[in-house]
């Protein structure tokens, strides 16, 4: 089975700076989906990002981006230029390519606070 | 505009009640998901759904019980049998298996004990 490890639990960036939070796995699969979501107080999951193992570039989406290493089985998250509405809980998640469902399998999350 | 619908956002349950927690989808997906978020817990998967009238356990899925009868709807039912019911359900859809299409979410009910 696959697991998925945010061992930070809280992190805090100043606002306009840039913060990098953690994210491992294990898995013995060669191919797979790794997601980034964002939960704000209002609960709601946002995908933020999302990287095809198959890739080996790694993903951007504007202010977000990721350092995937496939042999270190690790996949961590960069915000640049910090917003306060960046201040979140942040969720690293798994996914099997094949297989037969599509399910997630979640890290803990860890919090993220912006300082004005 | 399309997208995922929990209802209600606020549930209590009394000692000895199950309850039934509505997931609504007009994305079109045939996939569907149910979530219990716990403190410090992140995730967990309770039941999932491929297919209509097709459902597997996840993680979690003592004291639940779910129904596929239509592609659109995924309701969850938290049977007396769940001792521990307090938490933060999500339900989730996506396009299937072998996609890197994302899951969506709901926003989400808050069942609580009276």
């Not at chain 1, 609960?43 to 933020?48: C, T």
């Not at chain 2, 009640?17 to 609504?24: A, D, G, P, R, W």
């Not at chain 2, 817990?41 to 596929?68: H, M, P, T, W």
Request: hydrophobic letters at 30%; a neutral charge; glycine letters at 6%.
């Amino acid at each position: 089975a696959q697991t998925v490890t945010q061992s930070q639990p809280e992190m805090s960036v100043q606002e306009a700076e840039t913060v990098t939070l953690s994210c491992t796995y294990d898995t013995s699969e060669s191919d797979y989906y790794l997601f980034w979501y964002k939960q704000p107080p209002s609960r709601q999951m946002i995908l933020v990002i999302r990287q095809e193992a198959y890739k080996q570039q790694n993903a951007t989406e504007n202010r977000f981006s990721v350092n995937f290493q496939k042999a270190a089985k690790s996949f961590s998250l960069k915000i640049s230029d910090s917003q306060l509405g960046d201040a979140a809980m942040y969720f690293c998640a798994y996914r099997s390519l094949y297989g037969a469902n599509s399910k997630l399998t979640f890290g803990k999350g860890i919090t993220l606070s912006v300082r004005p | 505009d399309g997208g995922i619908t929990q209802s209600p956002k606020y549930l209590f349950r009394k000692e000895g009640q199950n309850v039934t927690l509505s997931c609504e989808q007009n994305l079109n997906h045939d996939a569907m998901y149910w979530y219990r978020q716990d403190p410090g817990q992140g995730l967990r998967l309770i039941y999932y759904s491929q297919i209509v009238n097709d459902f597997q356990k996840g993680d979690i899925a003592e004291g639940y019980s779910v129904s596929r009868e239509k592609k659109e709807s995924f309701p969850l039912t938290v049977t007396s049998a769940q001792k521990n019911p307090t938490a933060f359900y999500l339900c989730a859809s996506s396009i299937g298996q072998g996609s890197n299409q994302p899951q969506h979410f709901g926003d989400g009910t808050r069942l609580s004990i009276l």
